[in-house]
């Protein structure tokens, strides 16, 4: 009977453990014998028993009728297990260890307010690991009901507020208030919990600043508003589009222009820029310019055959619009400049992504910036020209004199066409993209980023500077005694001196590398308060990227159609589903421990 047992309970934990990993739903609408569909629970359990004749003589109608482990607290309290050991090998993996958290609340499909935390530690081989740790359903978002949520989770799991070194959330007054927002309770109790904005948060609020800044640039994606509300707003107009988009993609193959292959000539639609959608304007700028005569077309024949008067009026002002000179140079200059900013944001998200190598990248970001101001003028004109050319949307000659539309010429100064563009648009608006880049990312100018600075390895160490590595050691007087101090100050010597001729450290670039390399030559234990402000650095989070892989992964878990699901049971969900690399390493021997470990069974093992 024990062995029966067991073989019934691992085979409801395979079922389980699939649809976690999966994401799937456990129930379905009707799950009695009659029914066509009892549900992924009970239908994989069928297919199982199907496949397998040991399965099938212990599972279903071949199992006793009060033990056949199929109910739907018997899945929950498996499902319960497996996050719990998942968590638990994360809680383990920190152990006493030094970590920081990222956080951010969102509302899932049944309108509650979530709050998804994220804890970032450095592993034992000198590796940046985010982990998902939980999400907690909060009554409302004060920062005193965050700060107890956090408490809570910690509690569940052994951890302390004391181990945080880091806080990384976005800009919402509840969680950077300077008086009673959520980092400033923390770090009453923690000192050296440093709190540091959302890199990519800011990047994406100074792209949305110069939009909403300038006013011809913020013109122009009212109208890229507008163009996806008329293209996209329709089944038919998308249609439209998709048969002119495939035409085109023919013509082209069979005239050479186009290469095919696997991943080539996609089909492609518009969609609506959101400002907390990291990418969607540099993508919609891209598809623009990629599907323009298409969508001039289609809008041309809406304005022409649409019988809404609506309709007609939008698609008349958007060609006027759209065939305008003005509209392709702010269209290209954006592209350029969200070019350089998407790159920077992507490298951003990366979970391995550490705070001096950010500041570094956004710095690159910068420079190109300046640079496209002091010697892109002539490529982007050209590049504009020969869109325009293609189009024919006509060129204005940049010597005559500029005429404002709808404004008396007596009223407004005289300037040229190149004044215009060069002056008015292209360099205002690079400047003030600059403005909004140092405005957003004044972080780069605290002492202690400053000071991590200097364990850059690149160019040989040539960041190093041994006073502002004891000054960043300072900061942290948990880690440091004024005696470790004063052995970091002759063991700092030793370090360099080491690492400047060994071989092995020539070519490192980031110090999440330096950190990698140190414990494989073994020198983290040779130079352990070096590593520890190496781990430190590492540890400040740059952006909350994996929060937000979270909440889209609770629309995934959590969706219209399972919109009654508990907490608890979201949560182990969530847990399994997110960490699914963790999930597939847990034995099931351990499933097995813990789920007779939770409460008295009907048969024990």
Request: hydrophobic share 40%.
């Given at each position: 009977?024990?062995?029966?047992?067991?073989?019934?309970?691992?085979?409801?934990?395979?079922?389980?453990?699939?649809?976690?990993?999966?994401?799937?739903?456990?129930?379905?609408?009707?799950?009695?014998?009659?029914?066509?569909?009892?549900?992924?629970?009970?239908?994989?359990?069928?297919?199982?028993?199907?496949?397998n004749?040991?399965?099938?003589?212990?599972?279903?109608?071949?199992?006793?009728?009060?033990?056949?482990?199929?109910?739907?607290?018997?899945?929950?309290?498996i499902?319960?297990?497996?996050?719990?050991?998942?968590?638990?090998?994360?809680?383990?993996?920190?152990?006493?260890?030094?970590?920081?958290?990222?956080?951010?609340?969102?509302?899932?499909?049944?309108?509650?307010?979530?709050?998804?935390?994220?804890?970032?530690?450095?592993?034992?081989?000198?590796?940046v690991?985010?982990?998902f740790?939980?999400?907690?359903?909060?009554?409302?978002?004060?920062?005193?009901?965050?700060?107890?949520?956090?408490?809570?989770?910690?509690?569940?799991?052994?951890?302390?507020?004391?181990?945080?070194?880091?806080?990384?959330?976005?800009?919402?007054?509840?969680?950077?208030?300077?008086?009673?927002?959520?980092?400033?309770?923390?770090?009453?109790?923690?000192?050296?919990?440093y709190?540091?904005?959302?890199?990519?948060h800011?990047?994406?609020?100074?792209?949305?600043?110069?939009?909403?800044?300038?006013?011809?640039?913020?013109?122009?994606?009212?109208?890229?508003?507008?163009?996806?509300?008329?293209?996209?707003?329709?089944?038919?107009?998308?249609?439209?589009?998709?048969?002119?988009?495939?035409?085109?993609?023919?013509?082209?193959?069979?005239?050479g222009?186009?290469?095919?292959?696997?991943?080539?000539?996609?089909?492609?639609?518009?969609?609506?820029?959101c400002?907390?959608?990291?990418?969607?304007?540099?993508?919609?700028?891209?598809?623009?310019?990629?599907?323009?005569?298409?969508?001039?077309?289609?809008?041309?024949?809406?304005?022409?055959?649409?019988?809404?008067?609506t309709?007609?009026?939008?698609?008349?002002?958007?060609?006027?619009?759209?065939?305008?000179?003005?509209?392709?140079?702010?269209?290209?200059?954006?592209?350029?400049?969200?070019?350089?900013?998407?790159?920077?944001?992507?490298?951003?998200?990366?979970?391995?992504q550490?705070?001096?190598?950010?500041?570094?990248?956004?710095?690159?970001?910068?420079?190109q910036?300046?640079?496209?101001?002091?010697?892109?003028?002539?490529f982007?004109?050209?590049?504009?020209?020969?869109?325009?050319?293609?189009?024919?949307?006509?060129?204005?000659?940049?010597?005559?004199?500029?005429?404002?539309?709808?404004?008396s010429?007596?009223?407004?100064?005289?300037?040229?066409?190149?004044?215009?563009?060069?002056?008015?648009?292209?360099?205002?608006?690079?400047?003030?993209?600059?403005?909004?880049?140092?405005?957003?990312?004044?972080?780069?100018?605290?002492?202690?980023?400053?000071?991590?600075?200097?364990?850059?390895?690149?160019?040989?160490?040539?960041?190093?500077?041994?006073?502002?590595?004891?000054?960043?050691?300072?900061?942290?007087?948990?880690?440091?005694?004024?005696?470790?101090?004063?052995?970091?100050d002759?063991?700092?010597?030793?370090?360099?001196?080491?690492?400047?001729?060994?071989?092995?450290?020539?070519?490192?670039?980031?110090?999440?590398?330096?950190?990698?390399?140190?414990?494989e030559?073994?020198?983290?234990?040779?130079?352990?308060?070096?590593?520890m402000?190496?781990?430190?650095?590492?540890?400040?989070?740059?952006?909350?990227?994996?929060?937000?892989?979270?909440?889209?992964?609770?629309?995934?878990v959590?969706n219209?159609?399972?919109?009654?699901?508990?907490?608890?049971?979201?949560?182990?969900?969530?847990?399994?589903?997110?960490?699914?690399?963790?999930?597939?390493e847990?034995?099931?021997?351990?499933?097995?421990?813990?789920?007779?470990?939770?409460?008295?069974?009907?048969?024990?093992?």
């Amino acid at each position: 009977m024990k062995a029966e047992y067991r073989t019934r309970l691992l085979a409801s934990i395979d079922c389980a453990r699939f649809l976690l990993h999966q994401g799937l739903a456990f129930h379905g609408h009707d799950e009695s014998d009659i029914s066509e569909n009892q549900g992924n629970f009970l239908e994989l359990l069928h297919f199982l028993a199907g496949h397998n004749d040991d399965i099938k003589k212990v599972v279903l109608e071949n199992a006793s009728k009060n033990l056949k482990l199929i109910a739907p607290n018997i899945q929950k309290d498996i499902s319960n297990a497996l996050a719990n050991e998942t968590t638990s090998i994360i809680v383990n993996d920190i152990g006493h260890g030094l970590f920081a958290i990222l956080c951010d609340k969102s509302r899932d499909a049944s309108t509650k307010e979530q709050l998804a935390v994220v804890i970032r530690y450095v592993d034992s081989h000198g590796y940046v690991i985010e982990r998902f740790l939980g999400i907690l359903h909060v009554r409302d978002t004060t920062a005193l009901s965050l700060k107890k949520a956090i408490d809570d989770l910690f509690s569940k799991h052994g951890l302390s507020i004391s181990q945080i070194r880091g806080q990384d959330y976005d800009g919402a007054s509840n969680m950077r208030g300077e008086y009673n927002g959520l980092k400033t309770l923390i770090m009453k109790k923690n000192g050296s919990a440093y709190y540091i904005h959302c890199f990519a948060h800011q990047l994406q609020l100074s792209l949305v600043g110069v939009a909403k800044k300038h006013v011809q640039v913020s013109s122009m994606y009212n109208t890229l508003s507008t163009l996806v509300h008329v293209l996209e707003g329709s089944s038919k107009r998308q249609k439209i589009l998709r048969e002119q988009h495939l035409k085109k993609v023919v013509d082209d193959l069979m005239t050479g222009d186009l290469m095919s292959g696997r991943g080539l000539n996609q089909e492609t639609s518009l969609q609506r820029a959101c400002d907390t959608r990291w990418g969607s304007h540099f993508g919609l700028l891209l598809k623009l310019k990629y599907i323009f005569s298409k969508s001039i077309r289609l809008i041309y024949a809406v304005e022409r055959h649409v019988s809404f008067t609506t309709k007609r009026r939008q698609a008349y002002a958007l060609l006027n619009s759209l065939q305008s000179f003005e509209f392709a140079f702010i269209l290209h200059l954006m592209k350029k400049i969200m070019g350089i900013t998407n790159a920077l944001s992507e490298a951003l998200q990366r979970k391995d992504q550490d705070i001096v190598n950010a500041m570094g990248l956004v710095k690159v970001s910068k420079q190109q910036l300046q640079a496209t101001r002091e010697d892109g003028w002539d490529f982007l004109l050209d590049e504009v020209c020969l869109f325009c050319e293609k189009h024919e949307i006509i060129i204005p000659k940049m010597d005559e004199m500029f005429i404002t539309s709808g404004r008396s010429r007596r009223k407004v100064q005289q300037i040229t066409n190149l004044h215009h563009y060069r002056v008015e648009l292209f360099c205002a608006v690079i400047d003030l993209q600059l403005q909004e880049l140092n405005n957003r990312f004044n972080e780069i100018n605290m002492e202690l980023l400053l000071c991590m600075a200097c364990l850059n390895p690149s160019d040989s160490f040539a960041a190093f500077d041994k006073k502002k590595l004891i000054r960043l050691a300072e900061h942290y007087p948990c880690e440091f005694s004024k005696l470790d101090i004063l052995a970091l100050d002759t063991e700092l010597d030793t370090y360099i001196n080491d690492l400047k001729s060994a071989k092995e450290f020539l070519d490192l670039r980031k110090i999440s590398d330096l950190a990698q390399r140190l414990v494989e030559t073994k020198r983290d234990i040779v130079y352990p308060l070096v590593y520890m402000l190496l781990k430190l650095a590492l540890i400040l989070p740059v952006a909350t990227a994996t929060v937000e892989r979270a909440f889209s992964a609770m629309n995934i878990v959590k969706n219209w159609l399972r919109n009654r699901m508990g907490d608890t049971w979201m949560n182990d969900c969530l847990v399994t589903y997110i960490e699914k690399n963790i999930l597939r390493e847990i034995k099931n021997e351990k499933v097995v421990n813990r789920y007779q470990n939770m409460k008295t069974r009907r048969e024990q093992l």
